[in-house]
């Protein structure tokens, strides 16, 4: 029972129950319970000396709670079920002073007795449920944890290795462009581009491998996970039955049903509360905080060469010096997705052929038309000539 909290901005999938040491959301929902139980009889409690002073104080009572519960550990329908009795109280102008002795000599020492047995404690280690449930995860995520770490560390290398191989392309190419290198120093430069890219192909090997460990090894995870965070549902599960039940014995209590106007709304309470629904709330916590999270699985993440920014106003003035421009245009292959920054940007996907129609300028960048007819700028080393 925590609250709704604002999600993260950040990649939802990072946050994922799946995702190292995320699963302590499931295990601080206890100690947020027992929050939410000590909130809620505090709530009541103070409800019933309310009730001996009528309107007014019912609906400062009322105003100071709202803002209390806003920030309160309870979601989904047990907190509108919460929230409905504050609006109740702004309709009301007085209650009977027997609701108070009620209040205090059934409900509250009720809900005091099942807090107690419901949250036992282990020695130095807060709540018995809690230091279970965060063992438990801890043990069965500690393997999968280290093969991913495993995993994030090659793929770096990976991606390291590619960028030394594209440095080292680079120098080949303007190499073989310089007739005055000998051909001595243009072997060695030959040499170390085949040396990076053949030290980038093990690294590769090494990181499908590792990948391969890491996806094999995801279902036993995912089951161990699963059981764990079912038993976890299964313990909140009971608190909210339990305080659903102890919603509905107070409603019973406020139940004024002399008045007709007092009817209509302990009616409309009532219809709120028993909307409260385990399986919804349950639901709405796997989706947010469980295994029902989007998650982000490891995979090959291929490496995407940087883009310089281009400079329009340096290009703009060179442009009116002119650029050869080629008839006909010549015909090139997307390497890696592009998406346009601004409007005279072309964007394109991976595979997809156009035109070049200007040769690369000092930037790093061509002019192109897309087969829809649009034109404008993208990044030289992007593409590739289509043989």
Not at 44 to 61: D, G, N, P, T
Not at 82 to 106: D, G, K, M, N, Y
Request: with cysteine.
């Amino acid at each position: 029972m925590a609250s709704l909290p604002k999600e993260p901005l950040e990649d939802a999938k990072k946050q994922s129950f799946w995702m190292p040491s995320n699963y302590v959301r499931t295990v601080h929902r206890t100690d947020q319970s027992f929050q939410a139980c000590n909130d809620i009889m505090a709530c009541f409690m103070e409800r019933a000396k309310v009730e001996k002073q009528y309107a007014q104080q019912l609906s400062q009572w009322s105003s100071k709670w709202k803002s209390i519960v806003d920030s309160r550990p309870l979601y989904g329908s047990l907190m509108k079920a919460w929230q409905c009795f504050f609006t109740s109280t702004e309709r009301l102008s007085a209650l009977h002073s027997s609701i108070s002795q009620s209040l205090v000599a059934e409900e509250g020492e009720r809900v005091k007795t099942w807090q107690k047995d419901t949250f036992p404690k282990k020695l130095f280690c807060g709540f018995k449920e809690s230091y279970d449930n965060n063992t438990s995860f801890s043990r069965a995520q500690k393997p999968w944890s280290k093969k991913l770490q495993k995993l994030e560390n090659v793929r770096v290398a990976y991606h390291k290795s590619c960028q030394k191989e594209n440095v080292a392309l680079n120098k080949e190419k303007q190499a073989n462009e310089n007739a005055e290198m000998s051909e001595e120093k243009k072997q060695k430069i030959i040499e170390a581009r085949e040396k990076a890219t053949e030290e980038k192909e093990k690294i590769r090997d090494r990181y499908e491998k590792m990948l391969e460990d890491v996806t094999s090894y995801t279902p036993h995870y995912m089951e161990e996970m699963d059981a764990i965070f079912e038993q976890s549902q299964e313990e909140e599960r009971k608190r909210i039955s339990f305080l659903k039940q102890a919603f509905l014995s107070i409603h019973r209590h406020l139940d004024i049903t002399n008045n007709e106007s007092v009817k209509a709304v302990y009616s409309e309470l009532h219809h709120t509360l028993m909307s409260i629904d385990d399986q919804e709330d349950l639901k709405w916590w796997k989706n947010n905080h469980g295994p029902g999270m989007p998650t982000d699985w490891p995979k090959i993440e291929e490496w995407v060469p940087p883009v310089k920014k281009l400079k329009r106003k340096k290009r703009d003035r060179k442009g009116k010096e002119g650029r050869p421009v080629m008839i006909g245009g010549v015909k090139v292959r997307a390497l890696y997705d592009y998406a346009g920054e601004e409007g005279d940007e072309l964007s394109f996907k991976a595979g997809e052929v156009f035109l070049k129609v200007e040769e690369e300028d000092d930037q790093g960048w061509c002019r192109g038309v897309l087969s829809g007819g649009k034109e404008g700028f993208y990044p030289a080393n992007y593409v590739e000539v289509v043989e």
